[in-house]
């Protein structure tokens, strides 16, 4: 079975364009998380969404929104881009429900430049 | 404020020793930790992971330890091989609303295996 999928793999934006982030979850995966990750630090929960709903939500702006697709997949998107968004965008997908509800899967990333 | 904590940034021990890990957590309201191991260029990968309500759990060279009343959980790695060497992750899961939530995720601490 494939597992999560994001692309693109490396993004390289300018400040004030806006990008799209897209992720794939496991097949049979309800849940799809994001989070961002930058250098030196551990990954920092953005979004989660279940069943096509937001359930979660991080300590970001609101430059940062997100949505899901009756397929499950997910797209993560980021307005009036800032230097300071440079970083790893990562996509977790998890099992609500059942016995590794707790447990996220994680894709490779997203790695974003904003210049 | 940092409620997950991994205190040292970085380990390293000869190939065949043990290599332990820690982790300390403010938040006596987390329910569920997990160890993630990451390779550069890839995604956190699951490692293994421990309820609240249990203190030890094993898989093979790998075990976690929970000492709820010290807010503290190690990670035991016998025998470490150089394939370990990566960052490693500790993070805690706190519970949203329909049995989703978010994980928190640690600093990290990059575990050199020396041959």
């Known amino acids: 079975d494939a597992g999560v999928t994001q692309s693109p793999t490396h993004l390289i934006k300018t400040r004030g364009q806006h990008v799209t982030l897209r992720c794939s979850p496991i097949s049979g995966h309800k849940s799809v998380s994001w989070y961002q990750q930058v250098l030196g630090q551990g990954p920092q929960f953005i979004f989660q969404y279940y069943e096509k709903e937001e359930r979660g939500r991080g300590n970001f702006p609101d430059r940062f929104s997100a949505r899901q697709f009756p397929n499950y997949s997910s797209e993560l998107n980021v307005n009036a881009l800032l230097l300071g968004d440079s970083a790893l965008y990562l996509c977790a997908s998890s099992s609500p429900g059942t016995g590794t509800k707790n447990i996220q899967y994680f894709g490779a990333g997203t790695r974003l430049s904003v210049l | ?115």
């Not at chain 2, 995604?43 to 249990?54: A, D, E, R, V």
């Not at chain 2, 094993?58 to 075990?63: L, N, V």
């Not at chain 2, 150089?82 to 575990?111: E, M, R, W």
């Open chain 2, 1 to 115: 404020d940092q409620q997950v904590k991994q205190n040292s940034p970085s380990l390293s021990v000869q190939e065949g020793r043990i290599s332990i890990l820690n982790c300390d957590y403010t938040n006596s309201m987390f329910d569920y930790f997990l160890w993630y191991k990451k390779y550069p260029a890839e995604g956190p990968t699951f490692l293994i992971s421990i309820s609240s309500i249990k203190d030890k759990n094993e898989d093979g060279r790998f075990t976690v330890f929970l000492n709820k009343s010290a807010k503290h959980l190690s990670l035991h790695i016998v025998p470490s091989q150089p394939g370990d060497s990566a960052v490693y992750f500790c993070a805690a899961h706190t519970h949203g609303s329909s049995n989703t939530g978010k994980l928190i995720f640690g600093q990290g601490t990059t575990l050199q295996v020396k041959p």
